[in-house]
Each structure stands twice: as structure tokens, then as C-alpha cells.
């Protein structure tokens, strides 16, 4: 299982995933049913989640369901506890959205839940978010998970989130980390062969390893920058029920 799921996600291209794989890992849960883990993005119940991973697939990863991470389950969680999102309708931009996300989060924000991507299908709004087509202060929330790591410029990326939130308006600006982590992030535009990019930035189509520096960054697009440690509120038994990382720090930028 673990060699399946490392080579669909290293071989086959996103937007085809998140369009066909959800069936058949649906068809796959029914085997892992049980009671020890439990996904409180969709409230199903497993003797564990699946394993996920490009190179070293993670075990008690991925939901069989609504296809959750760590990191979306955590996010999930967050936004329940710790934000407004949930209480109150708003005006929500979310970048390269997530299947398990798409569906809860438009029930509760209506047309104001605008999804947006370069190419996934599952977008509602094309768009490179260097230059983001929305005018001043128009969001009150901007989600953007796991896609910093891909763009050019992704201080340009984050002064465009900066310029279309509104006053008082946050963003969760979610990266891969790679521990030990470097002091600055990485980025070498020189390496272009794909498995050494993979070995190097983690996968082939990332084009920097962020480092401490990572707030610093968030900072330079004029947002201030939040490390929220929301994981260690979590005991390791209910981080395992939950399949979370009590390692994942949550980003938050906010637009004075």
C-alpha cells in the first residue's frame, strides 16, 4: 500500500488525483474500519488512517474518506477553536483548495467562498496569485496551504494576500518544513533535474525549503506574522486519534 500511494503521488499529476482517486480510497476504507482513529473533518471512524507520502509515506495519514491530512485536519481544528470562521459568514479566498475543505466550507459561506488555482478542476477561479483579480480589502480570510513552495515569488504571493484581506482580515499560510530546519530558506533555480529537486526541496516541483526565516518573510509582505503553537494543546493520545502532528505550527498573517 505504502509503494502505491508513494508512486500515484510522485507520478501522476495533481488535478487527475484529486478528480479520480477519491472512489477507489472510499472503496479501501471499507477495510480499515475500526474505532481508534477518527477524522473530525468528516467524523468517520478507522482502526488508522492511510499511509501518505512521496518518498517515505507517512503512517496515520490520510483519511479513506474526504482524503484529510495531518495538515488539514489540524487546520480544521483550528479554525473551529481558535477563529470566527465557523460562527459567522465571510468572505473567504482559499488557494489550491482541498477536496475534504470544498464542500463544508461552501455550505457555510456561500458565495462568498471563492476557491482559486492555476489548473485544478476543482477551482471556481483560474488565476496566478501574483496577481490576484480582486480589488483592495475584499476578503476577510485568505487560505493557502502547502503552495507557497511552488510559486516564483511567493513574498510577491503573500503582498497580494496582504492588499486584497481586509483590515483586521488573516490569512493561514501553511509550508512544508523539513527538520533539522536551515537557518534561511533555500532556493536554487539551477537544480533541474527532477529527482535531485525532489531530494533537495522535497518534492520535484517545489522550488524553495523554508527555513527559520519563514515569518520573516510573512512579514515582508506587510502582514504580521502569528506562530501559533494550536499542536502541543493536543495530548499525544488525542493527536493520535485525530492523526495530527504536534509538530505543525500554525502561520498566521494578519492585515493591521
Known sequence: MKKLISFLIRFVPRKYLQLFTGVGL????????GSKVECPICNHHYKKFLPYGRIRPRENALCPSCLSLERHRLIWLYLKDKTNFFSQKLNVLHIAPEPCFINRFEKQHGDNYITADIESPLAKVK????QIPFGKNHFDV?????????VKDDIQVMKEFHRVLKPGGWAILQIPLFFPLPEQTFEDNSITDPREREKIFGQDDHVRKYGKDYPKRIEQSGLKSIEDQFCLSFSEESAYR?????KEIIYKGIKA
Do not use: A, Q, T
Open 142 to 150: 485568505v487560505l493557502c496551504n502547502h503552495v507557497l513552495e511552488h
Open 26 to 33: 472510499k472503496v479501501l476504507g471499507i477495510f480499515y474500519f
Open 242 to 246: 485525530f492523526g495530527i502532528s504536534r
Open 127 to 130: 488565476m496566478d496569485i501574483h
